[in-house]
């Protein structure tokens, strides 16, 4: 009679899931099956079938990950038991580098330093040329992307290849009157590939056009596309200091973190000898 009592609790578990009327959140701590010592809540079950269309795919999804679930855990303690010498050695190495591995990463998180002076930050930019190399272009401008028609399509081009500020404030109203399509970073770097998304051209013949000019012209059928130039960096060149900051600030972490790292485990040995925690036991 248990047995069987029990069985209808849990078709009564998993036919009430199924209904989303039935299910309140705030009452989840009800344990649906139990193995061994482990126990399968209403709440992690909930969330598994919580986005079923209906209730019998929501019982269906219940009853397989409950299965699943069983499953898991039988089949862990089933190896866990005949587990060799080997593979407990292993798993214990495996616990130890995770526990250690996860608390020297909350000391550096917590020590290592937010800013670098700038002469630390030029000093690392000298010494590492070859790593601060570019793998893609680089490039810093404005693009508008304006109708087929629009009027003084040669003015805009002229504009923008003189960027003071009259002519920013012209080519400004002329985006806002006919772009379609206006961004304005003549002081961000911006990885080629990444401008390459807003033109219709070929990477090999854009990649072309910006050694070559300081404004590209492309055309559609519906639009015209122009990008003004004005800085750039080819793939090979140095990275200038400002776009070179963020992988700067990872070399100077990594070199920081080394010496932190083994200054600490130090401390810990010389500790260690000191309140004698280390003990050495010579032989006879």
Request: contains cysteine; aromatic residues 10%.
């Amino acid at each position: 009679m248990k047995y069987e009592k029990t069985g209808s609790i849990l078709l009564l578990v998993i036919l009430c899931l199924t209904s989303c009327r039935w299910f309140d959140r705030q009452q989840t701590d009800g344990v649906v099956v139990s193995l061994k010592d482990k126990m399968l809540t209403e709440e992690e079950l909930y969330a598994v079938t919580k986005n079923a269309t209906t209730p019998e795919d929501s019982a269906q999804m219940a009853e397989a990950y409950i299965r699943q679930w069983s499953i898991r855990l039988l089949e862990y303690d089933e190896a866990r038991d005949r587990a060799d010498e080997e593979i407990e050695r292993l798993v214990e190495d495996y616990r130890h580098s995770l526990y250690v591995h996860a608390y020297e990463q909350k000391l550096v998180s917590r020590h290592c330093p937010k800013h670098w002076p700038d002469t630390t930050v030029q000093r690392v930019y000298a010494e590492n040329e070859e790593r601060l190399r570019l793998r893609e272009g680089i490039i810093r401008g404005v693009l508008l992307v304006v109708p087929q028609g629009a009027p003084n399509i040669n003015k805009l081009q002229y504009w923008l290849t003189k960027l003071n500020d009259a002519n920013i404030e012209k080519v400004e109203k002329y985006a806002y009157q006919y772009a379609s399509g206006y961004e304005y970073f003549p002081n961000e770097w911006r990885p080629t590939n990444q401008v390459l998304l807003y033109l219709p051209v070929e990477t090999d013949v854009f990649s072309k056009q910006i050694s070559q000019r300081s404004q590209i012209v492309v055309e559609d059928s519906t639009s015209v596309y122009i990008l003004q130039l004005t800085d750039k960096r080819m793939p090979g060149d140095l990275m200038p200091m400002e776009y070179a900051q963020e992988t700067i600030n990872e070399i100077l972490r990594n070199q920081w973190q080394i010496s932190f790292l083994e200054e600490y485990r130090n401390d810990l040995y010389k500790e260690a000898i000191r309140f004698n925690k280390l003990k050495r036991y010579e032989k006879e």
